[in-house]
């Protein structure tokens, strides 16, 4: 978040429940420095044909834990391997964001090469998948922020792209 602040970028964070509880401090932060919050469920867990409520649950706990330290509703979903119910946009008035560009950061330690993916790949109105996990992740990240903005692109949270 240094490297965003600096940079003078907002960008969109799909955080876990249980992430959320553990770190309500850094929730505040990204809250605090203009960054949109998302739910990526309380466990990161998958979407399954056996597992639907428990899927639901995970969102409705993780809404609800990040509405406790923000104060706000959250109502975009990255639902992790991209598995999602379309009823759940009604049942819970959520929106489902998936990604355009997967730099596949999370197996790779390499920052020069997962940024060069990202650089190569990514066009006007893309939706960057990235893991802030991983140093390399975030080394990467920035360095493709640079190299973006270099090129004229400007970085905006996933609402500004869906409702723009």
């Known amino acids: 978040m240094d490297g965003l602040k600096e940079r003078g970028v907002h960008a969109t964070f799909f955080v876990t429940g249980e992430h959320a509880q553990l770190h309500p401090d850094i929730i505040r932060r990204m809250q605090e420095e203009g960054h949109l919050i998302g739910n990526h469920t309380y466990s990161h867990i998958q979407l399954r044909k056996g597992n639907r409520e428990v899927f639901k649950e995970e969102l409705i706990k993780t809404n609800d834990i990040l509405k406790e330290i923000t104060g706000q509703e959250v109502i975009y979903v990255r639902p992790p391997y991209g598995s999602w119910d ?58 493709a922020v640079d190299e973006l903005m270099e090129e004229g692109y400007t970085f905006v949270t996933v609402e500004e792209i869906l409702f723009d």
């Not at 090469?113 to 802030?132: F, P, Q, W, Y």
């Open 86 to 143: 379309k009823s759940f946009e009604s049942e819970l008035n959520m929106f489902p964001v998936l990604w355009t560009v997967d730099p596949l950061d999370w197996c790779s330690s390499n920052a020069d090469c997962i940024a060069r993916k990202i650089v190569s790949k990514t066009g006007e109105n893309d939706i960057i998948l990235m893991h802030d996990y991983y140093d390399s992740s975030v080394k990467a990240a920035l360095q």
